[in-house]
Antibody, heavy 123, light 108 residues
Framework: EVQLVESGGGLVQPGGSLRLSCVASGFTFGDYCMSWVRQAPGRGPEWVAHIKKDGNERWYVDSVKGRYTISRDNAKNSLYLEMKSLGAEDTAVFYC????????????????WGKGTTVTVSS | ETVMTQSPDTLSVSPGERATLSCRASQSVRNNVAWYQQKPGQAPRLLIYDASTRATGIPARFSGSGSETEFSLTISTLQSEDFAFYYCHQYNDWPPRTFGQGTKVEIK
């Protein structure tokens, strides 16, 4: 069964840091680009970051550039999201998602999602 | 950034009826649009990609159409399990990839 399992969420104070992890199973992790998507309470999903199969290319939404870092370890079938300088606007459920689609033109949609991990930024 | 605007915000439908959801892109996104279903407390689930291709395991009552800036998702005969939020998503022009604000399909 294709599966993504996130962990690492929790309560963090404003200005703090957190590292999220996602472990993949049921497919060859190194064959896929991956993304992180977040969803604030009562809002729609928001794509946050993307990483290429080999980790050599990364893209971010403007609001997290310089604060979030996406990385991966293909030997461990794992995806990570390092977050720093967190604020209330970062409070959300964070989902790990597999990217599928046209790798030549980079038309990627997210076809497999984890259940998510909740990040709450509050004092 | 490509803005995706969905309509209506809420759609009230009786079981067994047909539902049509709309999504408009602020610029052409070719056919690079996906539709997701989300139920409370669950992750989004891929229904449609490339505007009209059903994802694996998605029932035939779900269909997508459109290109460039106008897209729609149709649920031909609503089942009880179809009452949920639906989001359109463009992956043509990124970063960032963007989602619509969502349409809630509720029981009439």
């Amino acid at each position: 069964e294709v599966q993504l399992v996130e962990s690492g969420g929790g309560l963090v104070q404003p200005g703090g840091s957190l590292r999220l992890s996602c472990v993949a199973s049921g497919f060859t992790f190194g064959d896929y680009c991956m993304s992180w998507v977040r969803q604030a309470p009562g809002r729609g999903p928001e794509w946050v970051a993307h990483i290429k199969k080999d980790g050599n290319e990364r893209w971010y939404v403007d609001s997290v550039k310089g604060r979030y870092t996406i990385s991966r370890d293909n030997a461990k079938n794992s995806l990570y999201l390092e977050m720093k300088s967190l604020g209330a606007e970062d409070t959300a459920v964070f989902y790990c998602a597999r990217d599928s689609g046209d790798s030549y033109y980079k038309y990627y949609y997210m076809d497999v999602w984890g259940k998510g991990t909740t990040v709450t930024v509050s004092s | 950034e490509t803005v995706m605007t969905q309509s209506p915000d809420t759609l009230s439908v009786s079981p067994g009826e047909r539902a049509t959801l709309s999504c408009r892109a602020s610029q052409s996104v070719r056919n690079n649009v996906a539709w997701y279903q989300q139920k409370p407390g669950q992750a989004p689930r891929l229904l449609i990609y490339d505007a009209s291709t059903r994802a694996t395991g998605i029932p035939a009552r779900f269909s997508g159409s459109g290109s460039e800036t106008e897209f729609s998702l149709t649920i031909s005969t609503l089942q009880s399990e179809d009452f949920a939020f639906y989001y359109c998503h463009q992956y043509n022009d990124w970063p960032p990839r963007t989602f619509g604000q969502g349409t809630k399909v509720e029981i009439k």
